[in-house]
């Protein structure tokens, strides 16, 4: 099985402390989880089982996640500066627009996923 990372978050500093704008309101789902739900429902429309999607926390770093088992990597776009060291322009990391991981537009993400 291929997994698909969502990299919402950056743990940083001795303790780890997540930075990424990820979470909207006290009782909204997170933008990563219901972004990761967009796309399961997505794949499973479009018969793509092969693949599974997970939302990392960010302890990991996005090439840890492509060396276990990943196949793509999904980064927030509030997190680019930060990750100023990943080559975007290689086939495995996706920096998704601000539309996309709002879950507002998929379908960008859709066609990518498709030619792996």
């Known amino acids: ?3 698909i990372y969502i990299y919402p978050k950056l743990a940083m500093g001795f303790r780890g402390f997540a930075t990424g704008l990820d979470r909207e309101g006290f009782f909204l789902k997170k933008r990563s989880t219901r972004l990761k739900k967009s796309i399961e429902n997505s794949l499973k429309e479009y018969n793509l089982s092969s693949f599974n999607v997970e939302v990392t926390h960010g302890f990991e770093s996005p090439e840890e996640l492509l060396e276990n088992d ?3 990597v999904l980064i927030s776009p509030y997190l680019k500066s930060l990750l100023g060291h990943i080559d975007f322009s290689k086939s495995e990391y996706y920096l998704l627009s601000e539309a996309e ?3 507002e537009n998929i379908d960008n993400i859709l066609k ?3 030619t792996l």
Do not use: A, F, H, Q
Request: hydrophobic fraction near 35%; charge should be positive.
């Open 112 to 114: 990518y996923i498709k």
């Open 101 to 103: 991981y709002n879950s």
């Open 1 to 3: 099985m291929k997994t």
């Open 70 to 72: 990943g196949v793509l």
